[in-house]
């Protein structure tokens, strides 16, 4: 039987608003336990939530950003359970009337094509606390400091059909926030954070089958992990004639493996319904649209301008334009140095490399674009040739000349790398090579003439290595074939 | 000085003849003698207001004083207070010391009122007689073996036995005016959003309103200028300006159009209240009103209507008294789930536990739709119906009450209990202003006048009850238990 995944993902996104969504606490992440934690986080009798309108106007831009109907009126409703980390015994969410109706994000998936996946709605709500299990004497310690941060929840409809389409969707989504800035987008800390549904049905069927939902996967390797396990654990189960059931399932990344958390019976009822302490939100028109003129070029736009208008493969501009950071710095080094091409190779080639190795994300990178942009112009402009301008990117890596963008001409003087063009510097130092290598010259020369091609870079490698990789390769190469051919 | 009202105290004070702090002293003597009897306070704060009252002297001493500095009031006890406890009249709360002062309060400090104290209430202010407090029941002063009214029994009872000139309490569903009528004192309910409800511990959130209970409508009027405005800490208040309530106190009543609704003269209603309010409506009709008959066709259905949609915002909002963060915890716990089960069954009293299920089961699958959506359909229904009567007619009058005060312990069914609101309830439902006035007498338990206004007319209202008051005596007559002498 050939089986077919449905996936559809519910994407936790943590706003990056000052101060919580209905108090005026900080959200400042990794304070002391409950050192942010308000009378009205801690839902002290008699306290009351006051929305704040920065939670809103993101939620809208994420909306705006997605191509979504943005509808004039939203509500908040009170979804009730008893948990020691939620205060007030509910969370204020939005069940029936979200402020984000049905939208469109654009993934692109590893082969360069790209992909609509419909969003259904995304609503906001507050974040609970965290429940701290050690160092206590055994009992539960209960830190409220992330209790009301805002959180816009994006559900996607099921659209998604592998893992790696629920990845990209995941990025896309990660791109688009981070681009709006509207979230710091850093997993690791649970500002991201998702809840896989996944289900399987025979290829061709129209119905779906019965899903399980994967709670808070909060990596993009686990998620594809996540589902990759999920999906076969379903197939055997129904191929050995078992049912998939209805339930809420937790991933386990040490296991490598999902369990069961609870089945669909012993699912809360929430009881919704709307908070009588809030207003409901009424956008005007306006504020939408001020809104909508103010958006940044996203994830999607950029990368269609930097095919089009930059003339980058598809792929360049796929991983050129997958993070804010990535898509500002290549944008800034293109700007001083005029070149996308030479920009896009350097930032993806030489600088990526030296970022993963040392597990550093561009923002942090110790070369700025200013600098590499620098470098880039000695480059374009033949002071410097390619294996000389990788040693200048070494030497501003290791924290040499200044951050601004002429730094690479202050190390390029200091190490005297400037590229030797001079004809008469260049063939003195091929006469002292080919004098040096007399052996080399005599085999050269008894060589069938289509093999002397291969046998030429014995004497490039010593010449630049005379030269200290200052001559131009171009002219070392043109020289010294006159003058070997000379010889033969 | 006892009997005196706030604005009568406001002028003593001026004119020197007495000084708050001798006010003060005097009057917590009088709780400290009298209250046992009556047991309207949960906590006396005498030192605290001690202290509030001298520093009004010196503010009147010194020229800065306001209008309210030195005047002595009591405070409903589901209104925070910093440092002091704040119970609810609930287990679950009885060691709860709020950290915070609700709006309202930091209004009234500011004003230089002197707070002697929280007045007892219903559990949570949930009920109609005052009998379901943790501390105990509240008795009238007029017949201590009858019930003073409720929620705001505590309140209600200190005013109409002297122990206090004024008061404020809290009106979900009748529970300002009911217990003002059962107590023979004046008490107004504010529109929904004119008072801030942040810091009052909420029963039912769209509903809950703070207002003023006292001997007058002037002094009612005065309370208002303190507390009525808007309060960015609670977006259901609204911004809307407020105006000087004494301002129009004066106002004659010529060509004012009273409307009587017929459905608060049906059946049940006891003989001798209607005879009370149609003789009051006379008074009005001699001061230059004319009045009509309308209709509020909906009302059959306000207590039904009013116990889902309430009972469910209740069940939610006293979710947070869970043992974890304040209020009751029981003795060891087991787990998690003893945790809560222990301390929310010893910490709520029945009543409070029967809203919570009634709220709970209201809101579950399968039945949201059938009571809660339902319901919030009648309640727009309800609102219309005022709306339209205000068309015709600048107020309604009719009975707060369909009795007057009964026998403690009479109500033992929770459904008779509840009718008990049937006139009261509409105005909540609908979020308009209303007010109960004392308009007569059955035997030694006074009666109640319902005047009720539409949305934002507390000015209007507080004239026409004014008016009444200038016209009759029934707010001057004291029960002879507030005579004893000490």
Sequence with gaps: ?488 | MHDKTLTEIAADLTAGKYSSHELTEHLLKRIERLDPSLNSFISVTGDNARHSAQQADTARAAGTAGQLAGLPIALKDNICTQGTKTSCGSRMLDNFISPYDATIVQHLNAAGTVNLGKTNLDEFAMGSSSESSFYGPVKNPWDLTAVPGGSSGGSAAAVAAGLIPAALGSDTGGSIRQPAAFCGITGLKPTYGRVSRYGIIAYASSFDQVGPMARTAADCALLMNAIAGHDSRDSTSVTRQVPDYSAELDKPLRGLKIGLPKEYFGEGLSAEVESAVREAVRVYESLGASVIDVSLPHTHYAVPTYYVIASAEASANLSRYDGVRFGHRCQSPADLEDLYKRSRGEGFGSEVKRRILIGTHTLSEGFFDAYFTKAQRVRRLIQQDFIDAFKEVDVLMGPTSPTPAFDLGAHMDPVAMYLQDVYTIPCNLAGITAMSVPAGFDGERPIGLQLLGAHFSEAQLLNVAHQFQQATDWHLRRPAFAEETI
């Design chain 1, 1 to 488: 039987m050939q089986w077919e995944t449905v996936i559809g993902l519910e994407v936790h996104v943590q706003l990056a608003t000052q101060s919580k969504i209905f108090s005026g606490s900080s959200t400042d992440f990794g304070a002391e336990p409950n050192s942010q934690a308000s009378a009205v986080d801690l839902a002290m009798p008699g306290t009351l939530p006051v929305l704040n309108e920065q939670a809103v106007s993101m939620a809208v831009q994420f909306g705006l950003g997605i191509n979504a109907e943005i509808p004039e009126v939203s509500v908040f409703d009170r979804k009730n359970y008893f948990y020691p980390d939620l205060p007030k015994g509910y969370q204020t969410s939005q069940m029936y009337y979200p402020i984000v109706g049905p939208g469109e994000v654009e993934i692109s998936l590893d082969d360069g094509s790209t992909q609509r996946i419909r969003v259904h709605h995304a609503h906001l709500e507050e974040d609970a606390g965290k429940s701290l299990h050690e160092d206590y004497h055994g009992m539960t310690g209960i830190d409220l400091n992330r209790a009301g941060t805002p959180l816009l929840e994006i559900v996607s409809e099921p659209d998604m059909r592998n893992a790696k389409q629920a990845v990209a969707y995941l990025r896309a989504i990660h791109a688009i926030v981070t681009y709006l800035g509207i979230s710091d987008g850093n997993m690791a800390e649970g500002s991201m954070r998702c809840d896989v549904n996944v289900s399987v049905r025979p290829k061709g069927q129209a119905e779906f089958g019965t899903r399980a939902e994967i709670k808070n996967v909060n990596s993009f390797r686990f998620v594809e992990r996540a589902i990759a396990y999920e999906v076969e654990r379903q197939i055997e189960l129904i191929e050995d004639g078992g049912k998939v059931v209805q339930e809420t399932r937790l991933y386990d990344p040490d296991a490598d493996e999902t369990r069961s958390m609870r089945t669909k019976e012993e699912a809360n009822d929430y009881r919704y319904f709307p908070c009588p302490d809030l207003l409901p939100i009424v956008l005007d028109p306006t504020y939408v649209e001020q809104l909508r003129d103010a958006l940044p070029e996203l994830p999607a736009e950029k990368r269609a301008r930097f095919e089009s208008a930059l003339g980058l493969s598809a792929y360049d501009a796929g991983v050129l334009s997958a993070n804010r950071a990535t898509a500002d710095f290549f944008e800034e080094v293109m700007a001083i140095c005029g070149d996308a091409k030479q920009a896009a190779n350097w930032v993806q080639g030489e600088l990526s490399g030296a970022l993963n190795r040392e597990g550093l994300s561009i923002e942090n990178s110790p070369v700025s674009a200013q600098q590499l942009g620098g470098l880039l112009v000695r480059v374009i402009d033949d002071t410097i040739n390619g294996k000389a301008a990788k040693q200048v990117f070494q030497a501003m890596w290791n924290g040499e000349g200044d951050s601004a963008n002429n730094s690479a001409d202050a190390i390029i003087d200091a190490r005297g790398l400037k590229q030797v063009t001079d004809t008469g510097a260049i063939e003195a130092m091929i006469d002292q090579v080919i004098s040096d290598s007399p052996a080399q010259v005599a085999q050269y020369r008894d060589a069938e003439p289509d093999k002397r091609g291969k046998m030429i870079g014995y004497f490039v490698g010593q010449t630049m290595k005379a030269s200290r990789g200052t001559a131009n390769p171009q002219q070392v190469n043109t020289l010294l074939k006159q003058k070997l051919d000379a010889l033969c």
